[in-house]
C-alpha cells in the first residue's frame, strides 16, 4: 500500500499539479490514507467561500471513494504507543497515531509534504517519500 498524509491530499485538493502527477503514478497500487488525515482534509473543506466549499466538497467524495481509510484502531495504538516509547522527544500523538496506522496496515511508502522534523519517534518500516510542490519550485 502507498498512503498520502494530510500534507499531500490538502495539495491534491488545491489542484497541485506535482501531486497529481505522483498520484497518477500510484495507478495499479492500493492508496491509503487514514481517519485523522482524512478527518483534517474534511475540516479544511468546510473553509471559504461556499462555491468553493461545494466544489472541495466533490473532490474529497470522490477521494474518498478512492482511498483505504485507515483506522486508528488497537493496531495502530500499539504500534503508536511502540515508536513513542522509543522516541527521545514527546512526539505529536496525532502524527504518532496516524504513523501506528500506516505501520499496523502494511504501509510500503507514505508520500508527504510536511518538513522531516514532524517524524514521529523511532525507526518505521515504511519509506517516507517527500513531495515538492509546484507551488514551492
Known amino acids: 500500500m502507498r498512503a498520502l498524509d494530510g500534507s499531500a491530499l490538502a495539495a491534491l485538493l488545491e489542484g497541485d499539479p506535482a501531486v497529481r502527477t505522483v498520484l497518477r503514478g500510484l495507478r495499479g497500487h492500493e492508496v491509503g490514507t487514514t481517519e485523522i488525515s482524512f478527518a483534517e482534509l474534511s475540516c479544511q473543506v468546510e473553509v471559504g467561500p461556499p462555491r468553493a466549499r461545494a466544489h472541495r466538497r466533490m473532490i474529497l467524495d470522490r477521494l474518498r471513494r478512492k482511498l483505504t ?3 486508528i484502531d488497537g493496531r495502530a495504538v500499539a504500534e ?6 522509543a522516541s527521545p522527544r514527546r512526539p505529536d500523538l496525532l502524527r504518532l497515531l496516524e504513523w501506528g496506522a500506516l505501520e499496523a496496515n502494511g504501509c510500503e511508502v507514505l508520500h508527504t509534504r510536511a518538513p522531516p522534523r514532524t ?3 523511532g525507526s518505521w518500516r515504511f519509506k517516507v517519500v517527500r513531495l515538492v510542490s509546484s507551488k514551492m519550485q
Not at 80 to 85: E, G, K, L, Q, T
Open 80 to 85: 503508536a504507543a511502540r515508536r513513542a516509547a
Open 119 to 121: 517524524v514521529p519517534g
Open 69 to 71: 481509510v485507515l483506522p
